[in-house]
Nanobody
Framework: QVRLVESGGGLVQAGGSLRLSCAAS????????MGWFRQAPGKEREFVST????????YYADSVKGRFTISIDNAKNTVYLQMNNLKPEDTAVYYC????????????????WGQGTQVNVSS
């Protein structure tokens, strides 16, 4: 069993930055892919970014490419999402997810989910 706990959400003005953290417990991090997904009010949950725990390959949604950076600290079993130049349309609940094996953008392939952290970006 993998337990994920997100932190770092909050309220920020457009153009500002936030760093989300996701601490994982229960399994060796290097065997897992970690992903960030988000869900805005009235919308479906969508892919944001993912990283392979084994070789560090990263993938980003087009909407965040160049602004968000995902990284992983295997020693701390923590994955980060650095979010820069935030826009009001980034407002959502951000979820951390994990799956054993390769990284995918399809959220249905992830087995473990955190409780989510709210990000609000004001204009």
């Amino acid at each position: 069993q993998v337990r994920l706990v997100e932190s770092g959400g909050g309220l920020v003005q457009a153009g500002g930055s936030l760093r989300l953290s996701c601490a994982a417990s229960g399994r060796a991090f290097s065997n897992y892919a970690m992903g960030w997904f988000r869900q805005a009010p009235g919308k479906e949950r969508e892919f944001v970014s993912t990283i392979s725990g084994s070789y560090g390959g990263t993938y980003y949604a087009d909407s965040v490419k160049g602004r968000f950076t995902i990284s992983i600290d295997n020693a701390k079993n923590t994955v980060y999402l650095q979010m820069n130049n935030l826009k009001p349309e980034d407002t959502a609940v951000y979820y951390c997810a994990a799956r054993r094996g390769p990284a995918y953008t399809n959220m249905n392939l992830y087995d473990y989910w955190g409780q989510g952290t709210q990000v609000n970006v004001s204009s």
